[in-house]
């Protein structure tokens, strides 16, 4: 199976069909906003640094998060084949990555660009609940995407919890980020040859439409 890079704006399903995807191919994910949740845990200067990152919305560094990432993807579990959600979000990650594989020797595979309006991100954003432990993603206010028991995870039972940064203040800054520095990504990998646009209105039909893609 062909890894796959999701490049979408906050709130856009992100986290969500890379769960599916996980379930159904047994695809490692690597959702960077988790290893950096996790890292900013560390009661150290690189921890608080990224603590304030995320509270504020904006990007944490590039050595951060790429060492981070390196250090994920030399594990085992990612020889299958691996999702990454939330990386590359800029054009010098972008580079830094390609020279990555090169020296890992992996595929660069599908990138999956989910589109969604602002409103709708927005209003995801304000009812989304995200496990600790796996990383799945329910949503209380959207049918379809409710937890089958409030406030627990349907993968693992966990109490889910509301995200910090889920709040419309750091969602506008994580929404201008993403305008400035994520979309024009885009244009990159439409070059290459590897980009697919999928709308990401309906959760299930967003994964069919993934689905045909690598599939193909
Ligand atoms: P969302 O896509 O909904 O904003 P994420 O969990 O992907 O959620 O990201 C949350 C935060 O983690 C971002 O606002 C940013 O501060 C940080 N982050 C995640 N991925 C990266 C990355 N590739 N580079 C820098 N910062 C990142």
Known sequence: MKNIIFIAPPAAGKGTQSTLL?????????????????????????????????????????????DLLTERLKQEDCKN??????????????????????????????????????ELAEKRILGRETCPDCGAVFNDQIEGSKPKVPGICDVCGTHLTKRKDDNLETFSIRYDTYMEHTKPLIDHFEKLGVLYTVPSIDRDETFKMIEKIIKD
């Open 81 to 118: 084949g691996f999702i990454l959600d939330g990386f590359p979000r800029n054009l010098d990650q972008v580079l830094a990555y390609e020279k990555l594989l090169e020296e890992l020797q992996i595929d660069l595979g599908y990138v999956i660009f989910l589109s969604v309006p602002k």
């Open 22 to 66: 996980k379930e159904k191919y047994c695809l490692a994910h690597i959702s960077t906003g988790d290893l950096l949740r996790k890292a900013s845990l560390e009661e150290n200067e690189r921890g608080h640094y990224i603590k304030d990152c995320l509270k504020s919305g904006k990007l944490v560094s590039d050595e951060i998060t790429l």
